[in-house]
Structures are given as structure tokens and as C-alpha cells.
């Protein structure tokens, strides 16, 4: 997790650049997901060929949501914001997805609210403090952080491009794109974990969103980018930034993170997310020169704080969750003839059934000794009886 967190950080850089030099980052949308889709998609047909579910309309439909919310409003949105204002900035605010995420989930009743439970309050109390810290971020940018790094480049760099510094106009205008990307990107979560009930071939559903969201981010270039010279890509950075979004951030990183959530859960994969912020920021300043404010760290620190309250929260839950299903009987029947002969069996988990065997075997040799001793006293009862 720590090099995809290099990885992301990475995109990020090469993407900002690439930007600055000119690129329309609705062609860049494009190549992405059609970088995606070309190296996804071969691991999809072998991998899943005799898993993968046959097509529904109503699959399709959501699909083909899923493919707006993530490669064309979320990717589109998140490049504007990240033109308007710096890779530390869009990384910061990309920290707000789990809170937002579990905002979504109340909504559609995915997830119930338990306010007399710690884990519930601090879920919420994390949202409120995610939520302000991007507020600070978006309205308070205050004066700028010198890095000793930072203030050692500025000296050998005295004829710097100030025309690069965004606006507080921009900075404003980037701070609600990359709102809305992150909101995109939490509701294609939330649809994604219906579909995925629906279409249980991650591969081929992921080759399939990066497919649909490629010709519909054609269609969208169309309509904003009226002259063909945008589609112009060389051997240059352009070219470099597509192929590194599409291939590690899209492709790789899916893989290997759908690895650690699969061994260690979501929470474990998500709590890396604020390393990228880091990584960034240390990056940025090098290669870009780029300056950090007082509001952005005041903010990153509220929205990191709120992160890991929301995480912390789902832990519990997800912990809570795991020592329920231990509790119960470590076999569940399906159907029982009416002599209570067990006709099917449900392989549950081994060591949940270890646990739950030794949990029965000590509730049965302690109802046979209770037994036992009640016999004997029952026998020697008796004895006095006959005597008497």
C-alpha cells in the first residue's frame, strides 16, 4: 500500500505538468480510460471466462452510471480542480471520500445510524470535522509556508513563472470542482456495491465501466473541444501522463488494492490514503516549486482527523460485525427431516468453527457434570428415603 500510495502521488505530479504545458484534460479522460481498458481488459476474458455473468439491461444501466460517475464527472472534475489549484490541495481533498461515502450510504439506508454508540458518534463527528476542514481549505488560504527546501529553490530559482500561482478565484473554483469529484466518486462506490451483488466479475466489470466511461468522455470532448489539434499526442509528457493514469493508477493499482481489501478489509486500505497527501506535498515542492499555504495545512490536518475518526469507527463495526458471527452456531441447516436427520450442511469458516467447537464443548461437559451431580444427589435422596 505504501508504494501504490508512491504510485498515486506520481499521477498526480505528471498529470499537473502535463496540464500546465496545455493538455485538454477531457482528452486526457480519454487516453486514461482507454489506456485502462487495454490493459485490464485481457487479464477480464482469461481470468473471469467461466465466471462471468451474462449481461442484463438492467446491468447495463447501471453500468453505464457507473461509467459517468467515475471516468467522465469524477475524472473530468478532479483534473479542472487540480489545473486550478495544486496536487496538495486535490490530494487533501481527496480525503474526504470516506466521510463522504458513509454520508451516502445513511441516505440510501445502505448503513443504520446507532447514535448511542461510540462507533456511530465518531463516524459522525469524523464527517463534521472532514466537512470543515475542507470548508477552511476552500474559503481560508492564509499566507504561505516556507520549506527550508522550498527557500533553497526560490534562491537559485529568482526568474520562477508566477503566472502558475492560481487565484484566489481559481483556488475557489478548483476547491468545488474537486468537491464534486469527490462526491461522483463516493456515489459510484455506493452503486458499485449494488452492481457488484448483480455482476460478481470484478475484472471484467471494472474493463467494462472503463470501456463505457472511455466513449462517453468521447462524446463529452466533442461537445467542449471544438478544434482537432487537442487530440494531437506526441512521445512527450501528455502521452506519459495518459499512460501512467490509465496503466498504474487505473489498472495496477485496482489490482493490488482490491488485494488488500480482500486480506485485510477496507479500513486497512483507506488508512494509507493521507501518506499520498504527504508524499505529494514533499514532491510538489521539489519538482514544481510549489508553494503551501497555512489554511490548506490547517484543513489537511482537520480532514485527516476527521478521516481517521470515520475509519476508526468502521473498525469498530466491522469488529463488532466479525464477533457476532463467531458467537452464533457454527453450522446453519438448511432443510431437517422430520426425524431431525441434517440433509445439508453449510460450510462455514475454519477457525470461526474451531472457536465455536470449543465454545459447545465447554457447555456440554459442564451440563454433564451439573447432570451428574444431580444424579448422585438425587441417588443418595433415595438411600435416605429406604433407611428411613
Not at 456511530?120 to 509556508?145: D, F, N, S
Not at 464534486?180 to 456495491?193: D, E, K, P
Request: hydrophobic share 50%; with cysteine.
Amino acid at each position: 500500500m505504501i508504494s501504490l500510495q508512491f504510485g498515486y502521488a506520481g499521477m498526480n505530479i505528471i498529470t499537473k505538468v502535463s496540464l500546465n504545458h496545455g493538455m485538454s484534460h477531457y482528452v486526457l479522460v480519454v487516453y486514461r480510460h482507454a489506456f485502462a481498458t487495454l490493459s485490464i481488459a485481457p487479464f477480464a476474458l482469461i481470468l473471469e471466462r467461466k465466471v462471468r455473468p451474462k449481461m442484463t439491461f438492467w446491468v447495463f444501466v447501471q453500468i453505464f452510471m457507473l461509467a459517468l460517475l467515475g471516468p467522465v464527472i469524477d475524472q473530468n472534475f478532479y483534473y479542472a480542480g487540480l489545473k486550478y489549484t495544486s496536487p496538495t490541495f486535490s490530494c487533501a481533498m481527496s480525503n474526504m471520500l470516506p466521510a463522504m461515502t458513509f454520508v451516502l450510504a445513511v441516505i440510501f439506508r445502505m448503513e443504520k445510524l446507532h447514535m448511542k454508540k461510540i462507533r456511530c458518534q465518531a463516524k459522525v463527528v469524523g464527517t463534521v470535522v472532514t466537512v470543515a476542514g475542507a470548508m477552511l481549505m476552500t474559503l481560508y488560504k492564509g499566507p504561505i509556508l516556507e520549506m527550508i527546501w522550498t527557500k533553497y529553490l526560490h534562491v537559485h530559482q529568482p526568474n520562477s513563472d508566477t503566472s502558475a500561482v492560481p487565484s484566489d478565484q481559481d483556488w475557489f473554483k478548483g476547491s468545488i470542482f474537486l468537491i464534486i469529484a469527490t462526491l461522483a466518486w463516493a456515489s459510484l462506490f455506493v452503486l458499485q456495491a449494488k452492481t457488484i451483488k448483480m455482476y460478481d466479475a470484478p475484472l471484467s466489470l471494472t474493463t467494462l465501466i472503463c470501456f463505457v466511461g472511455t466513449l462517453q468522455a468521447i462524446v463529452v470532448t466533442f461537445v467542449m473541444e471544438h478544434k482537432t489539434s487537442v487530440w494531437r499526442i506526441g512521445w512527450d509528457m501528455n502521452l506519459l501522463a495518459a499512460a501512467y493514469a490509465g496503466i498504474v493508477s487505473s489498472s495496477i493499482a485496482y489490482y493490488v488494492q482490491g488485494l488488500v481489501i480482500q486480506i485485510r478489509g477496507p479500513v486497512f486500505a483507506s488508512a494509507f490514503c493521507p501518506l499520498m497527501m504527504i508524499i505529494v506535498a514533499i514532491m510538489g515542492s521539489f519538482i514544481l516549486a510549489e508553494n503551501i499555504y497555512l489554511g490548506s495545512v490547517v484543513g489537511s490536518v482537520l480532514i485527516v482527523i476527521g478521516l481517521y475518526s470515520v475509519l476508526w469507527g468502521k473498525h469498530k463495526e466491522n469488529k463488532e460485525k466479525k464477533e457476532r458471527e463467531v458467537m452464533e452456531l457454527p453450522v446453519a441447516l438448511k432443510s431437517i427431516e422430520g426425524n431431525g436427520k441434517i440433509i445439508e450442511v453449510v460450510e462455514i469458516d475454519e477457525v470461526e468453527f474451531e472457536k465455536a467447537s470449543a465454545n459447545n464443548r465447554m457447555v456440554s461437559s459442564l451440563d454433564q457434570t451439573v447432570i451428574a451431580v444431580a444424579l448422585q444427589m438425587q441417588d443418595k435422596a433415595n438411600e435416605t428415603t429406604q433407611k428411613n
